[in-house]
C-alpha cells in the first residue's frame, strides 16, 4: 500500500507541475495576444500609388506582418505639392504624422515637429553601424532628431560607347578634374548629336572639395563658406567656360539640340547624345532596366564620394514613438528592414531604391551580390572621403546656395536671389570675381542667423 500511495503522490505532482506549466505557456500567449493594437500614420512621397505597389508599400505589409499588432496607414492629407505647408498645417490641427518624410531637417526644427530620439539611437546596435558623417548629420546639439531612411550618391554617370565609338579612354571613379574637362571637350561633337554635359551648374558644388581636401560640398567646412576662395571661382569659371562653349546639352540652341534624339536632357541622355550626366544613384535602376549603351557611375572627380540622405522624423506630439521608431527603422536603416528589402526586390523584381544606410558586412555582401553598377561599389569603398550634401541638414543652407536676396541686379531681376545671380554668372551675364566676397559673406550671415535661431529653441 505505501508503494501505491507513494506512486499516486509522484504522479500528483508530475500532474501538478504539468498543469502549472500549462497555466504558464497559456498566461503567456494570453499576454502576448492582448498586446496593444497599435496604429501609426506615415507620410512620404516616395509610396507611389496602392495599384502600383511599390517597393516601401510592400515593406509596410511585411513590417505588419512581422509586427501583427502595430497598423500603419498611409497619410494621404500631406500634399507632395506642398509638402512643408501642409505638414504645417497638419501641426496646427493637431494631426501630425507619427512618421515623416523630411525635405529639409532645420526647417522642420525650428517648426519644433520633431522628436528628440536619442535615447532610441543610443543603445541600438545598427544606429551605430551607420557611417559616422550621416548619424552626425542627423544629430544637433549632440541630440538626434532624425532617421536616415535612405542613401543614395551624387555624381556622374558615363555612356561608354560614346568614348569607345571616339576612340578615347572614358573616366572611371578618381580621375581628376583635369580629366575630367579633357574628357567632357574632347567627346563633344554638336554638330553629331553628342554633348559633354547635360549641364555644368553642378560644378561649383563639388569642384572645391576636388581640388581642397579641407572643403566640402559648395566650400562648406565646420560651419563656414570659403566663396571668396580660388577653388569656389575656379569651379564657377569651369562651369562659365563649358556652359558658354557648347559642351552642355542644356545651353545649347534650339538649332543645336535639333541635332539630337529627344526632346530635353533626359531623352538626350537615354538616346546616346550625352557622355557624362550629373544624377544621383537612385537613377542607375531605370537605367538597368532601360539603357541601350555601356555605362557606368564614375562619382565625383578627385575620387571623393558625394553622399545624399533622405530623412524622416518622428513627431514630437506622437503617442507612439517607440512603435514610429520601430517603423523607421525597419523601413531604413535595421538590419532585418534591409535584409527584407532585399529580399522582397529580388523575389518582385522590384529594383533596390537605396544604397545600404547600415555598413554591417552581411548586409553590404548581400547588396552588392545583387548590384550592377561596378562604380558604386567603389563609390562605397570610399566613404572615409565623403563629403555630404548638406542641403537637409545644414542650418541656413537653402538661403545660402539659393533663396537668399543678393541686392544684386540679374537679368529682369533687381534684387535676384543666389540661385539667379550664379546661373547668370554661369551663363556668362557676370562674374564671379565681382560678386564671390558679397557670396561668401550672405552665405555664412544665413549660416550664422539658422544657427542661433536654432539654438533658441
Not at 518624410?101 to 519644433?112: E, F, G, R, W
Not at 541601350?292 to 553622399?307: A, K, M, N, Q, Y
Not at 537605396?354 to 552588392?368: C, G, H, K, R, S
Request: proline content about 4%; hydrophobic content about 40%.
Amino acid at each position: 500500500m505505501k508503494k501505491v500511495f507513494s506512486l499516486l503522490a509522484i504522479l500528483a505532482l508530475v500532474f501538478s507541475i504539468a498543469a502549472c506549466s500549462s497555466d504558464e505557456k497559456a498566461s503567456t500567449s494570453t499576454n502576448e495576444e492582448k498586446k496593444e493594437d497599435v496604429t501609426i500614420t506615415f507620410a512620404s512621397w516616395t509610396l507611389g500609388t496602392e495599384k502600383e505597389q511599390n517597393l516601401e508599400r510592400l515593406m509596410i505589409k511585411a513590417f505588419e506582418k512581422e509586427h501583427p499588432n502595430i497598423k500603419v496607414k498611409i497619410d494621404e492629407s500631406v500634399s507632395t505639392t506642398d509638402w512643408n505647408g501642409t505638414l504645417s498645417a497638419a501641426a496646427s490641427a493637431g494631426k501630425m504624422p507619427d512618421v515623416f518624410a523630411l525635405p529639409q531637417v532645420p526647417l522642420a526644427l525650428s517648426n519644433d515637429w520633431l522628436m528628440d530620439i536619442t535615447k532610441m539611437t543610443e543603445k541600438d546596435k545598427d544606429f551605430a553601424n551607420i557611417p559616422e558623417a550621416v548619424r552626425q548629420s542627423a544629430t544637433y546639439k549632440d541630440k538626434v532628431y532624425a532617421v536616415p531612411y535612405a542613401q543614395h550618391f551624387l555624381g556622374y554617370l558615363v555612356n561608354k560607347d560614346l568614348f569607345n565609338a571616339a576612340n578615347l579612354d572614358y573616366p572611371e571613379f578618381g580621375f581628376t578634374v583635369e580629366e575630367f574637362t579633357k574628357a567632357v571637350k574632347e567627346v563633344s561633337n554638336v554638330n553629331k548629336g553628342i554633348a559633354g554635359l547635360n549641364h555644368a551648374n553642378s560644378i561649383p558644388d563639388w569642384y572645391p572639395a576636388a581640388e581642397n581636401p579641407d572643403m566640402g560640398w559648395y566650400t562648406l567646412q565646420d560651419g563656414q563658406y570659403s566663396l571668396d576662395s580660388k577653388e569656389f571661382i575656379s569651379g564657377v569659371n569651369l562651369a562659365k567656360e563649358l556652359t558658354t562653349n557648347s559642351y552642355a546639352y542644356e545651353s545649347l540652341t534650339d538649332e543645336q539640340k535639333a541635332n539630337f534624339k529627344g526632346e530635353n536632357p533626359e531623352e538626350a541622355w537615354m538616346n546616346g547624345g550625352v557622355a557624362l550626366k550629373w544624377d544621383g544613384t537612385w537613377s542607375t535602376a531605370h537605367l538597368v532596366e532601360k539603357a541601350s549603351f555601356e555605362w557606368d557611375f564614375i562619382g565625383l572627380p578627385g575620387g571623393r564620394t558625394g553622399v545624399t540622405n533622405d530623412f524622416v522624423g518622428i513627431s514630437k506630439t506622437s503617442k507612439h514613438p517607440e512603435e514610429a521608431y520601430l517603423f523607421s527603422k525597419w523601413m531604413s536603416f535595421g538590419k532585418d528592414g534591409l535584409m527584407k528589402r532585399m529580399a522582397i526586390s529580388d523575389k518582385e523584381g522590384k529594383p533596390m531604391n537605396t544604397l545600404p544606410v547600415n555598413a554591417d558586412q552581411e548586409i553590404l555582401d548581400e547588396y552588392f551580390a545583387m548590384s550592377e553598377v561596378p562604380g558604386i561599389k567603389t563609390a562605397y569603398d570610399s566613404l572615409d572621403k565623403a563629403i555630404v550634401e548638406p542641403v537637409k541638414t545644414v542650418p541656413g543652407y537653402v538661403d545660402a546656395r539659393w533663396e537668399a536676396p543678393t541686392g544684386v541686379k540679374a537679368g529682369e531681376e533687381a534684387n535676384a536671389k543666389v540661385a539667379l545671380l550664379m546661373d547668370n554668372i554661369i551663363k556668362g551675364n557676370l562674374k564671379i570675381e565681382d560678386y564671390a566676397k558679397q557670396l561668401d559673406q550672405l552665405a555664412d550671415q544665413k549660416s550664422k542667423e539658422a544657427n542661433e535661431a536654432l539654438s533658441k529653441k
